[in-house]
């Protein structure tokens, strides 16, 4: 799980409020309000880079937390967004197909 | 309180419009007897506009975009404009009749991640539909786009507008969207010309048609607690807002022109002049809109509906004052609840027997509009 590579779905719709994501899919309407740390997170899941170094290059230099704590969590709370579609994960790295669709940007 | 009530305060605590409704045409290809609209381009937003006002809208912090118009699909960029919209992260909920939908539009509005499509239905027979929107075949299009949309998994909700010519339709356009697996809604509201021409209003339903459609519980459910009388006015209802346009939410035509709402005509900047949140931060006309408050209307801050009454700020702005009531909303809360409201008995308005004498809004002078 910490190898895995994790990507944006392009079938979701985001927008940065306050510092929090919140995010709605288009397949079951639901709404997501992302919090601080899960937010860096989404942001990061460019399909390019391994959870293990969101969590440990980005998560654990911003916010501080201890890198045990961060990697339990972020598997938590990638695995829910996935079961709804709003993250995929692979084993191999995976590229978004549009460049140009970078929540941040 | 759910997530998205949760995100509306939190959009109008930070002052940012998280819903706008952008219409990219007035052109249609339908001619609908009760449209609000003049279909004539007198010059549209061109691609570059649109692209250039939509990336000023996502750094807006908006969210909910609705495309439509007139009919969006006329425009033939309409599908780049979508495109660029989702690429921008906006959910988007497109308004279409959808007679120009077909299997390969169905399915790029579905890859496209479109959250949803409303298409308005207004019967299910053919003669009455088609009768409505001066377009033969039209029912049988929008039907099969609806069947290519939901064929793509896409959400589809059908709205049926009522009118005197329809609303024994409605039971049978629900069943329709059934079948289709489409959402319903239903709505009585007839709104005048957003050129102050009121002619639509005479397509309203009756006084006593209100009535049974709010004592219907397949559409109110519990008929009692829908229908019962407006709990006491507090401080809460005192300082509340009438509802969410200009505070979280704005309408923008395919001139870029912003107004607080696309059923309340007052012109707040144009786009083509100045940035969107240039407009949305200091136009005097939204600071004025936002500036109301339940406790400063003149008449319905004495009424006992003040708390529950749909009062649209937008159509008392169409009867003359954005601060005074609107008669339709006056009506449906008599309706609903049998008891008169402030607006009403300053209107000297008594209802009859047969409860006729209500429908006073098709007598009412029109009041000239500010130009759009």
Known sequence: ?105 | MGLIEQLNRKALRLGVPLSVHLDVTYRCNERCEHCYLEHDDLGEMADAEIRSLLRQLEQAGVFFLTISGGEPLVRRDCFEILEFARSLGFNIKLKTNAILIKEQEARKLRSLGIEQVQISVYSDRPEVHDAITKVPGSLLRTVAAIRFLRGQGLKVTIANVLMKSNFHDSAGVRALAAGLGAQFTLDPTITPMLNGDRSPLRLRIATREVRSLFRDPNLVGDVDAFCAPPPPVDNEIDEGFPCSAGHTACYISPYGDVYPCVQFPLPCGNVRKETFLNIWKNSSQLSEVRSIRGKDLPTCSSCAHLGTCTRCPGLAFMEGNMRGPSSADCEKSFQRTGILTAGMVARGVVPSADAHGLVQIDRFPPHPLRPA
């Open chain 1, 1 to 105: 799980m910490r190898n895995s590579y994790i990507a944006r779905s392009q079938k979701v719709a985001w927008r940065l409020l306050d510092g929090e994501m919140i995010i709605m899919s288009a397949l079951d309407s639901m709404l997501f309000n992302l919090n601080p740390v899960a937010t860096r997170i989404w942001q990061a899941a460019d399909g390019r880079t391994p959870l293990s170094e969101i969590v440990r290059g980005l998560i654990c230099e911003e916010f501080d937390v201890d890198p045990d704590v961060a990697h339990r969590d972020a598997e938590e709370f990638v695995n829910e967004l996935a079961s709804h579609g709003i993250l995929t994960m692979s084993d191999r790295p995976v590229g978004l197909s549009d460049d140009s669709n970078k929540p941040w940007a």
